[in-house]
């Protein structure tokens, strides 16, 4: 079957998901648990989504990071300067205000592309972002990240919400400006 799931420690998708993925549904979900009598909390992050178009195509307009503030309506600042975005967050769905940022390549092509937070919220986060081009020559995009670290004073459900809810608006909204550039 021509969609598998990118990272080799999940289980390969269902044919529904697959059904869902061709029609532009975006999986996203997110997991936070406390750690050592709720001192630590511990994060991950997992959304997948297939652009309508290819990936050299759609990173066309994905890649200017330092317009996100135009994209996304919770992106209030957005800059990028050696490999570096620098992002702030600001969101009804937010407990409050938040700086990303993290180290990241500019990406215009398939390829696996990890990333770290160097600096606020979440300082020490790990993830990686997979485009891989289909048999359809559609775009397959595969965000996952982890993260632990001292309690951010956020609920686990309310942190799984935000988080999820907000990565799958991106995702859906970034996926619908850049089927044309």
């Known amino acids: ?7 080799p420690n999940t289980n390969p998708l269902s044919l529904n998901k697959i059904r869902s993925l061709q029609s532009g549904k975006i999986f996203s979900s997110s ?23 290819g990936c050299v195509y759609a990173m066309r307009k994905l890649s200017l ?12 600042e ?16 937010l407990p409050f205000s938040m700086r990303l940022k993290f180290k990241i390549p500019r990406i215009r092509k398939p390829g696996a592309y990890p990333f770290t937070f160097d600096a606020g919220f979440l300082k020490g986060l790990k993830g990686k972002i997979h ?3 289909m048999k359809d020559k559609r ?11 001292p309690h951010t004073g ?10 999820s809810t907000l990565t799958e608006m991106g ?3 970034l996926f619908r400006i850049s089927r044309s550039y």
């Open 1 to 7: 079957m021509a969609y598998q799931q990118v990272f």
């Open 31 to 53: 997991h936070v648990n406390d750690m050592e009598n709720g001192k630590f909390q511990s994060f991950e992050l997992y959304t997948q989504g297939l652009h309508s178009k």
């Open 65 to 76: 990071y330092e317009q996100y503030k135009d994209f996304l309506s919770f992106v209030t």
């Open 78 to 93: 957005s800059s990028y300067e050696k490999e570096t975005v620098n992002f702030l967050l600001d969101h009804t769905l």
């Open 131 to 133: 485009l891989k081009k």
């Open 139 to 149: 775009c397959l995009f595969t965000l996952t990240a982890n993260w632990k670290g």
């Open 154 to 163: 956020i609920p686990n459900l309310i942190f799984e919400v935000f988080s």
């Open 171 to 173: 995702m859906k909204h």
